[in-house]
C-alpha cells in the first residue's frame, strides 16, 4: 500500500523556487537542507499531512556521478510542480510491483531524518515524471509534524498525461488511492495543485 507523502516543486535555483512559491501561496517557506548523495538542496512548506518540497541543484556541491532525482540534471524554466512523492512500509515489496524504472532503493538522510528512497538509474520516473517517486522513511520522524502551521491545505493534486488509464492501472497495482490525487487524460504531462489558504485558493502548475 502507497500513502501520499508530499508535492515537489523543482527550480533552476533555490532563490527562484522559493519566490516563486511564496508569490503564488503567499506564504514563506520553512527550513530545508543540503542532500549530499544527490547535491540538491530544498525549503519546504507543511501542508498538514503533507508537505511540499521545493528543490534545486545545489550550486555549492559538487555534481554527482550518477543522475539526480526528479531528473533536475535537465530541468529548465521556470519553478514548477514536477513531482509527487508516496511512502511505503516496505519498499522493496513495493517495487516488486511498480513499472519498471522506478528505481532502486538508495539509504539517505538529512540532519536527524533517514529514509530510503526508489532512485531511477537515469533519474527520470516512469509516466515522464507521474508516476510517484517512492519512499519509506525510517523510525517517527517526518518533516510534516516538524514544520510550523502554514494554514495551507492541498485540496487536489491533477495529474495528466497521455497514458493516463496505464497509470491508474499501475497505482491500483500498488494500492495508492487517495481523493485528493486526480489522473486526467492530457496531451502531454502537466501538474497542477490547488490549495486554500488564509488568502483563499491559489494554485501551482
Partial sequence: MLAFDHIAVSAETLAEGVAAVEAALGVGLAGGGQHGHMATHNRLLGLGDLYLELIAADPAATRPVWPRWFDLDNFLGVPRLTNWVARCE????????????????????????????????????????????????????????????????????????????????????????????????????????????????????
Avoid: N
Fill in 90 to 205: 516496505s519498499l522493496s515489496a513495493a517495487l516488486a510491483v511498480c513499472p519498471d524504472g522506478t528505481g532502486v532503493p538508495v539509504a539517505l538522510q538529512r540532519g536527524d531524518y533517514r529514509w530510503q528512497m526508489a532512485v531511477p538509474a537515469d533519474g527520470k520516473l516512469p509516466f515522464d515524471g507521474c508516476f510517484p517517486a517512492l519512499i519509506q522513511w525510517q523510525g517517527d520522524l517526518h518533516p510534516s509534524r516538524a514544520l510550523p502551521e502554514s494554514g495551507v491545505r492541498l485540496t487536489r493534486l491533477e495529474v495528466a498525461h497521455p497514458e493516463a488509464a496505464g497509470l491508474c492501472a499501475a497505482l491500483a497495482r500498488v494500492g495508492f488511492a487517495d481523493p485528493r490525487v486526480a489522473f486526467v487524460q492530457g496531451a502531454a504531462k502537466a501538474m497542477r495543485a490547488e490549495f486554500s489558504t488564509p488568502h483563499g485558493a491559489r494554485v501551482l502548475e
